[in-house]
């Protein structure tokens, strides 16, 4: 069975704060991605990358970066927080990019910026 | 328009009965369409997917899709409290179905009550 795992359930951080959110997939998936979910406004793709190093923007990057160093780890920086940053954020790994391979998602982090 | 609209709800059914969650979508060259699940405190999970048009069956579930109406809609017989989740439509934005360009509708919250 497919695992995805993000670090944090809950995190507070400061605004202006950098923060890192960090997950990793153990079934050596090429695809990864980063959402956030939002009441209203439904899940909307922040980053995606489909190999290590390599990396494409999705539908709302702005104030945002991500990392892909290793194979299994996708990560997701935010520079300098900012409260309208507050919501839940969602990894996602996909072996393919057809529309038949499956994301598998984490469990999500909840993040407030105070 | 949006891309894709989706009743958010939420819905409440006795356990036993027929459900139908619905989205509509606004571009005819649409080919692939998808559901996702999200339980409370979960990540989304792939439930079914469709290619063009017609009926797909698993088990209780069955996806419509009326390509005619830009029309999809899921199913649920017998439905059960296990079933109680938020259903998500999802849609590829490009031709060839790749999943790094999914939509998600903005979800429906169903409850099965006992």
């Known amino acids: 069975d497919v695992k995805v795992t993000q670090s944090s359930r809950y995190l507070v951080k400061r605004t202006g704060e950098k923060v890192f959110l960090e997950c990793v997939q153990d079934?050596?998936?090429?695809?990864m991605f980063w959402y956030r979910q939002d009441p209203g406004l439904g899940l909307r793709l922040i980053y995606f990358?489909?190999?290590?190093?390599?990396?494409e923007k999705g539908d709302i990057p702005e104030g945002y970066s991500v990392s892909r160093e290793k194979k299994e780890r996708f990560s997701l920086i935010l520079e300098s927080a900012s409260t309208n940053q507050t919501s839940m954020y969602l990894c996602?790994?996909?072996?393919?990019?057809?529309?038949?391979?499956?994301?598998?998602f984490g469990n999500g982090t909840r993040l407030t910026v105070t | 328009q949006k891309e894709v609209e989706q009743d958010p709800g939420p819905l409440s059914v006795p356990e036993g009965a027929i459900v139908s969650l619905n989205c509509t979508y606004s571009?005819?060259?649409?080919?692939?369409f998808m559901w996702y699940r999200q339980y409370s405190r979960k990540g989304p999970e792939l439930l079914m997917y469709?290619?063009?048009?017609g009926n797909k069956e698993d088990g209780r579930f069955t996806a419509q899709v009326d390509k005619s109406s830009k029309y999809i809609s899921l199913f649920i017989r017998d439905s059960q409290p296990s079933d109680s989740a938020t259903y998500l439509c999802?849609?590829?934005?490009?031709?060839?179905?790749?999943?790094?360009?999914?939509?998600f509708g903005k979800g429906t919250l169903l409850t099965v009550n006992p």
């Open positions: 996602a790994s996909s072996a393919g990019t057809g529309f038949d391979s499956p994301l598998h």
């Open positions: 999802a849609i590829p934005l490009n031709s060839g179905g790749s999943n790094y360009k999914l939509t």
């Open positions: 469709t290619y063009s048009s």
């Open positions: 571009n005819s060259a649409f080919q692939y």
């Open positions: 990358s489909y190999d290590v190093k390599m990396k």
């Open positions: 079934m050596d998936h090429e695809n």
